[in-house]
């Protein structure tokens, strides 16, 4: 197998998250070689990322000629079309093992559509709404909306983590339900995060205003810019304060800000971001707080590291798995 060949197996392992604790090792090492490598990852996981459950095999080649066209460049035709045999296999392995969280379709009646915007795997993806709301989707997260869209309101569902940049239409109110709460957007910038495992649900505000009601709470709440609302699902309580609200938005491009905020809050983040599941054998450990910015195209090991500077910590990586104790 030719080191060509060899790279892109290691991605799309990766991108699928099969590979084994050698394999990974091999891959981290690979991609922090050179800025190239960098590049030649992104433009797999683009290719990757294009699959969908419900298209043919038809509509999928369709869909890697034009991401060919797209490339306009003639450089990395080769790697485009070597990579076409890995994705076929990886992508009947994701439609057997994944929920896909975006919708792309066209109603030529009503010209009902959502529009993907393809990250670089570091930034968001981004999805853009009929209205022109674009909505950036944190790690895995589950987005969808109805077919009513848009007739008198704009309802949108969401499991997991997502930015809003809401378009406004004063008459079509646009409002993002999580299990526990209504957020209703007066024309706004804001990010919400309600992974369904996680105890607290939390939503920050940058920019207008938002109209929050919370199932298990008598009053809803006007937020304001750089506030932030902490739902906390085991003690039905929640919790007002100020933020500087961009920190909590950085995760967009890449960035993950935590001020203050315990060792267990940060790894059930990192546990979405890189789909790692952690084990912590202490309980004072885990109340441990912790303040910095990750970046998301640092490894695993480099995060356990930089943790280990502000608190001493011992921990063992086996593939998806990181143990951490106390020194």
Do not use: C
């Amino acid at each position: 197998m030719t080191p060509e060949n060899e790279h892109i197996k290691l991605i799309i392992g990766y991108l699928q998250g099969t590979l084994a604790s050698d394999e990974n090792n091999r891959f981290y090492s690979w991609i922090n070689e050179s800025e190239n490598n960098k590049k030649e990852f992104f433009e797999v996981k683009a290719m990757f990322d294009a699959g969908k459950p419900t298209y043919s095999t038809q509509a999928i080649k369709e869909s890697w000629d034009r991401l060919l066209d797209k490339r306009r460049s003639r450089q990395h035709f080769n790697i485009w079309r070597q990579v076409g045999s890995y994705v076929a296999v990886a992508l009947v392995a994701v439609i057997l093992s994944s929920t896909f969280f975006f919708s792309f379709f066209k109603d030529e009646k009503k010209g009902f559509y959502t529009r993907y915007i393809g990250g670089d795997g570091l930034e968001a993806d981004v999805v853009e709404l009929p209205d022109g709301t674009h909505i950036s989707l944190g790690s895995k997260t589950t987005f969808h909306y109805d077919k009513d869209y848009g007739k008198d309101k704009r309802i949108v569902y969401l499991e997991g983590e997502a930015y809003f940049e809401v378009a406004k239409q004063k008459d079509k109110p646009f409002i993002v339900k999580t299990k526990e709460q209504d957020i209703e957007a007066l024309g706004t910038k804001f990010n919400v995060m309600a992974y369904p495992l996680d105890s607290l649900v939390i939503t920050t505000l940058l920019e207008g205003s938002v109209r929050l009601t919370t199932i298990n709470l008598s009053q809803s709440t006007i937020m304001k810019p750089d506030q932030q609302i902490v739902y906390n699902r085991n003690t039905k309580q929640s919790s007002l304060q100020h933020v500087d609200a961009r920190q909590f938005t950085s995760w967009t491009t890449g960035y993950y800000y935590f001020s203050e905020q315990s060792l267990k809050a940060i790894l059930d983040r990192l546990s979405h971001v890189y789909g790692v599941k952690f084990t912590v054998l202490s309980e004072d450990l885990y109340n441990r707080t912790f303040t910095g910015t990750f970046y998301r195209g640092q490894s695993i090991k480099d995060i356990m590291e930089i943790v280990n500077l502000s608190i001493p910590i011992k921990y063992k990586i086996e593939d998806h798995h990181v143990t951490m104790n106390e020194i």
